[in-house]
Structures are given as C-alpha cells and as structure tokens.
C-alpha cells in the first residue's frame, strides 16, 4: 500500500487487476462479460452470420493473467460454442499444459468469433467488424500477456503483415492498455508441420518466463 501511495505521489497511474467477481457496480455496459457475449450472440455485422450455427465468444478464467487468441471457429468450435475444442485444441492444451497453464487457467478467444466458411481465412471487412468486441474482450480480462496464435491472429492484432515466423521471439503490445504480445505458430500449423514444434515451444518458454517476471514490458 505504502509503495502504491508513492507511485501514486510520483504522478506514476496503477493499474490495478479488475477482479470479476467484485465488479458488478462500475460501468456495466463495457465490463461486463454476460452483456457482450449476448450482444455478439446477435450480430449481423457482417455476412458470416448468415452460415454460423452460433457465435463462439470464449471461455477460461476472466480474470486470466494470460490471453490467447486464435483466428476464428472452425467446424468444431462452431458446432460446440467453444474456441479451440478439436485437435488444434487439444494440442493447444497440451502446450499450455508444458509450461504449467490449464485450459481454465487462461482465457481463450479469436479474432472472429463466427466461422468462416470452408475454414478460410478471415476477410478484412470480417475481422474489422469484429475488432471492437475483441478489444472490450481485453478491457475485461486486462491480461498480463497476449499470446496471438498463428499468423492470422498476430498480423490482426498487431496490425502488420510481417511474416510470422518473424514476429516470434519479439515483444509488441496492443491497444491502450498497452498489453504485452507474444506470437507462436497455430497449433494447426504444428499438427501439419510437427518440427516447428521447437520453435512453439521456445515462445512458450518465453511466456512463462514473462509471467513468471514481476512486471513485463
Ligand atoms: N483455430 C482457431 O484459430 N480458433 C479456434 O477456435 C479453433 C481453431
């Protein structure tokens, strides 16, 4: 407390982690996460809606130090409601489950939460579309880390074409909050090409490391 009342005298602005479960009372309308998936649940901002069995919003702990986002549903997802429940999911678990991390501990979203016919990538008028509820997503989480999975999520987010392959190993952030982002490979991407798996797991170590950190950035 003592060392918050001199950051605070320093002029320095705390950002203080937003427990969810305490959070009934301030501006409801953003924060809150029953609110947004229901307002998502109806979107029709665009034409994917026409095809999706359901939206797919996200699911973990909202109060995650850590934030993955994938690309969009696939067939699976689409079907269930959840992100990443076929076998990227599964592998995707497993890689959590190398550095310690559950499923429940982390928080799971993508950038487009309706399935993109066929599985193909997300058309820029989509994921423009879909930006804000992705940005309300992190304003309620307020994560620690961002671990942008795959290529489509991290030029998405980070507003860039680089290649992937060079985005990995780098430290970017998002948005105001200015929230650290790490990227890696889809875990689709390992199924199909299994000896970058090194490389996943080099960044994994590299998430765990930051977590692990006192502060990152
Ligand atoms: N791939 C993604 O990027 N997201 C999912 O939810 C499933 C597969």
New binding site residues.
């Given amino acids: 407390m003592r060392h918050a009342n001199t950051l605070t005298a320093m002029g320095i602005e705390i950002w203080v982690r937003r427990q969810f479960a305490d959070c009934a009372d301030t501006t409801a309308s953003v924060l809150d996460p029953k609110g947004l998936a229901s307002e998502i649940a109806s979107c029709t901002r665009c034409k994917l809606h026409k095809e999706r069995t359901q939206t797919?919003f996200g699911v973990g702990d909202l109060n995650a130090e850590l934030l993955i986002i994938?690309?969009?549903?696939?067939a699976e997802?689409d079907r269930l409601g959840e992100?990443?429940v076929?076998p990227?999911?599964k592998l995707l678990n497993s890689m959590l489950g190398a550095i310690g991390l559950s499923r429940q501990q982390v928080y799971i979203t993508?950038i487009l939460k309706c399935r993109p016919p066929g599985n193909r990538d997300p058309k820029p008028e989509e994921v423009v579309q879909c930006t804000a509820y992705l940005a309300r997503q992190v304003e309620m989480i307020q994560p620690r880390l961002i671990l942008a999975?795959?290529r489509v999520?991290a030029q998405n987010l980070l507003q860039r074409n680089t290649p992937i392959g060079k985005m990995r190993g780098q430290r970017y952030t998002y948005g105001q909050l200015e929230v650290p982002v790490i990227v890696t490979y889809?875990p689709?991407y390992l199924l199909r090409s299994p000896r970058e798996k090194r490389k996943a797991w080099a960044d994994l170590v590299l998430v765990k490391e930051l977590l692990q950190g006192e502060s990152i950035s």
């Fill in positions: 797919v994938g690309e969009a549903p696939g997802e992100p990443f076929g990227a999911g993508n999975v795959g999520a889809h689709a």
